[in-house]
């Protein structure tokens, strides 16, 4: 007999090499573009006589509309689940039951809330493949020495399993079931609505066994209508034109689904909702007394149609007054840190008893719709300044979460439990307008938009002179893959797509609000990109993380105080020109008079800072005896009182390294023995009063009153998640023998009406090319 022929060791390393590239980068999802892996088709499950008929639901102090305390309805009573021997598979029975396509988690010991009524399920044993839970071995329904803190919870996918039918294994008891479908829309019936960009109006159809249904309005009211808008980013609803819709319904036959709903408003999602009773039809398939629904829903400001502009550009919070709330923080339009203003001074939330109902009051009043996630624990970044609310408690149709119910106690609240939130949005559409090509990971690539040129669309490349941080921070922001890590102006090791190498997009120059990158100003159809496209086409990296810089205003009015010294002590700070001018001319044997301060920097981000230069391009100082790897670290100015600059300096990153932490974070970087540099999240550098350039030189400056002023990463070299907290600004009196600070804040962190009192930069959102 032959021996069979083996592959050698090379061929099947090189044979298993693609499935650990795909598994490697598995974790970062499949953003628009890119083929995802194929879904099974859901099978309705087939129960047996004796199986016990129960209904699923997710319950309690939920942060997400997909997760919850596991609640079971059986015998005319809704229960819990014993996390006596719950696991992952019983998890994964849970929500696919429930229609999604896999568990992601579970949780013991309450998590979500103490849930009420029998425990129905104790030590479940299931194989994570029975269609339903009651099909899991377990102590027998009902039978159970749990208490109700012993509840499971679960948290499932976001995604649905194709073909998903809500299956009703208690026709009897519809009213006590909530909404089960594989998904819901807004389609835009009438012509003059179709092509408008959001929809905001048009049937509310839901798909139910792979097929869109309308619903039966003969139950409907502006409560779901409210629950509905909120679902798809918009704060609230309006009456629409009936008769229009009524005519179109007699033209066109709908197709019903076989349940009405039943919202109570402040649901954040659909799925929250109870069903209502079955739907009546007529014998020509048409509902009793009624048509199918129609919302018209009232987008927010920053996406309200204008007949100038279409929508504005950039989100900001348009209001004549001073807005009492804000996010700060998050990487994409919607999202982020909490912050509310009292006594003239913003402050953040505690997470304790934060929930969907609260973030969605956040969000709606911001302009936004219902909340996707109440986020915790600062996983959007620590703020600054008091924490001024906790315990907070809404009923959900309050204008403003200041008004809702909350504890003004916050003692034992820290800023590592900064509340936050993502809420739903309008979809824009400008994803489809964008693309990453060439990358080695969704995360990256040469960019190439769809840009409108001879009357037809075309995909082509965006000149990369002048590109940089904010712009690539756009791109980001637009494909919605986080912040930006890296800008590039070459693209050489990135192909791209064949025949988009065309430059089709030059000059542009982002703010970095903007949510689209054709809201930038850029030359539009008079290119000029003397370079071309090709090798020199703009590309980005994105992250999902980013740092965050923030300066401790305390420190620095601590530690202010004001040196003479000899201009022989001074050789190497002016060879970094960290003197005056004028300093040129003084005699080795006379004085500067310097305005000496320390700087603590702190990191609130969600991620470590990094220099942007490599270690290799790190600029040895043969003077100081160490390496700079960022040309300007910070800009220190005095402004008189009309604004005007009077005096500056300027410090490089002599060493950027983890001064001290927080408790339970370790230090990462040091300078010794050419150390790697950068500052840890949740750890501060620290710059001495004592080190050269730690000043302004303020010899020639006349006794008076000014506006000292600090700016972190002032040219935009590292991304972060906001630069308007990386200026410093306090009130400066000099006499001409000592000198005052006082009144020393972040960027930010007052009131608009105080903060215009310092002149100077308002935040570091500003262009320094």
């Known amino acids: 007999m032959l021996p069979r022929p083996r592959l050698p060791h090379c061929a099947l390393i090189l044979l298993t090499l693609p499935l650990l590239v795909l598994t490697q980068y598995e974790h970062l999802g499949y953003p ?5 892996p194929e879904q099974e088709q859901y099978s309705p499950p087939q129960l047996g006589p004796d199986t016990p008929r129960i209904q699923l639901r997710l319950a309690g102090d939920k942060r997400k509309h997909n997760e919850g305390r596991v609640e079971v309805y059986y015998n005319g009573e809704w229960g819990t689940v014993c996390d006596d021997d719950f696991n992952i598979h019983a998890a994964q029975v849970v929500c696919r039951e429930l229609g999604y396509v896999e568990a992601v988690s579970w949780s013991s010991s309450s998590k979500y809330g103490k849930g009420t009524g029998p425990i129905w399920f104790d030590n479940l044993h299931c194989s994570g493949k029975e269609k339903t839970l009651a099909l899991c071995p377990s102590n027998g329904i009902g ?55 959001p929809v905001t109006e048009g049937y509310v159809e839901v798909k139910d066994g792979g097929k869109w249904k309308q619903i039966c309005d003969s139950e409907w009211n502006e409560l779901n209508s409210r629950v509905i808008c909120g679902m798809f980013g918009f704060p609230g609803e309006k009456n629409y034109n009936a008769r229009v819709y009524k005519m179109f319904a007699r033209r066109k036959k709908p197709t019903y689904w076989d349940y009405s709903v039943n919202c109570t408003g402040n649901e954040a999602h659909l799925s929250s909702c109870k069903l209502g009773q079955l739907t009546s039809l007529k014998s020509n398939s048409t509902c009793h007394g009624g048509l199918p629904v129609v919302v018209s829903c009232v987008p927010g400001r920053a996406f309200a149609p204008t007949a100038m502009t279409g929508f504005r550009k950039a989100f900001r919070q348009e209001v004549r007054s001073q807005p009492l709330v804000r996010l700060r923080g998050g990487a994409i339009v919607g999202e982020g840190r909490v912050e509310v203003l009292k006594n003239g001074e913003w402050g953040t939330i505690c997470d304790d008893k934060w929930d969907l109902l609260s973030a969605t009051v956040v969000c709606r009043e911001l302009g936004f719709g219902t909340a996707k996630e109440a986020l915790s624990g600062g996983r959007l970044g620590q703020g600054m300044g008091p924490v001024h609310m906790n315990e907070v408690r809404c009923s959900g149709f309050e204008k403003s979460v200041t008004e809702c119910q909350f504890n003004k106690d916050a003692l034992g609240c820290s800023h590592e439990e900064d509340a936050a939130v993502r809420c739903n949005v309008p979809a824009m559409g400008f994803q489809e307008m964008l693309r990453l090509s060439g990358g080695r990971t969704p995360y990256e690539g040469r960019v190439e938009v769809l840009m409108e040129r001879n009357g037809s669309l075309v995909w082509g490349t965006v000149c990369s002179e002048g590109w940089g941080t904010m712009e690539a921070m756009v791109v980001c922001r637009q494909l919605g893959l986080g912040f930006a890590s890296n800008a590039f102006q070459e693209t ?4 791209g797509q064949v025949g988009a190498d065309v430059v089709v997009m030059s000059g542009v120059r982002c ?10 100003l850029h030359h539009g159809a008079h290119l000029n990109c003397p370079k071309g496209g090709g090798q020199h086409a703009a ?3 994105c992250s999902e993380t980013a740092p965050d810089l923030v300066l401790n205003p305390q420190v620095v009015e601590q530690t202010t105080y004001m040196e003479d010294r000899p201009m022989f002590m001074l050789q190497c700070a002016s060879e970094e020109n960290c003197l005056a001018s004028a300093s ?25 800072f990094r220099p942007k230069a490599d270690r290799h391009s790190w600029v040895w100082h043969d003077c100081h005896r160490h390496y700079h790897s960022m040309e300007v670290f910070t800009l220190y100015d005095l402004f008189n009182l009309n604004g005007t600059k009077v005096a500056e300096g300027h410090k490089a990153s002599f060493c950027l390294e983890d001064s001290e932490c927080d408790e339970g974070i370790e230090k990462r970087y040091e300078c010794a023995n050419f150390g790697e540099q950068g500052i840890t999240v949740g750890c501060w550098d620290t710059y001495r009063h004592d080190i050269d350039c730690q000043w302004i030189d303020i010899t020639d400056l006349k006794p008076g009153d000014y506006i000292f002023q ?14 308007s907290n990386n200026v410093m600004k306090c009130r400066c009196r000099y006499d001409g023998h000592r000198v005052w600070m006082y009144s ?18 308002l935040s570091n959102q500003v262009t320094h090319r």
């Open 32 to 36: 628009p573009g890119y083929p995802e």
């Open 143 to 197: 039978v159970s020495d749990c208490k109700h803190s012993e509840d499971a919870g679960v948290v499932c996918s976001d995604k649905r399993i194709p073909g998903f039918r809500f299956f009703n294994a208690l026709p009897n008891h519809v009213e006590n079931l909530d909404i089960q479908v594989e998904d819901v829309r807004i389609r835009a019936i009438l012509s003059a609505l179709r092509k408008r960009v």
């Open 492 to 495: 050489w090791y990135w192909p």
């Open 511 to 520: 703010s970095g609000t903007e949510m689209s990158l054709s809201h930038c």
């Open 539 to 541: 590309g980005v990296s």
């Open 584 to 608: 040129s001319q003084t005699p080795a044997n006379s004085y500067r008079r310097l305005l000496r301060f320390s700087s603590q920097i702190h990191n609130n981000g969600q991620s470590d």
């Open 710 to 723: 600090i700016v972190i990463n002032p040219n935009y070299e590292v991304p972060e998640t906001d630069y």
């Open 744 to 761: 020393c804040h972040n960027g930010g962190s007052l009131s608009t009406e105080t903060e215009q009192t310092f002149p100077g930069l």
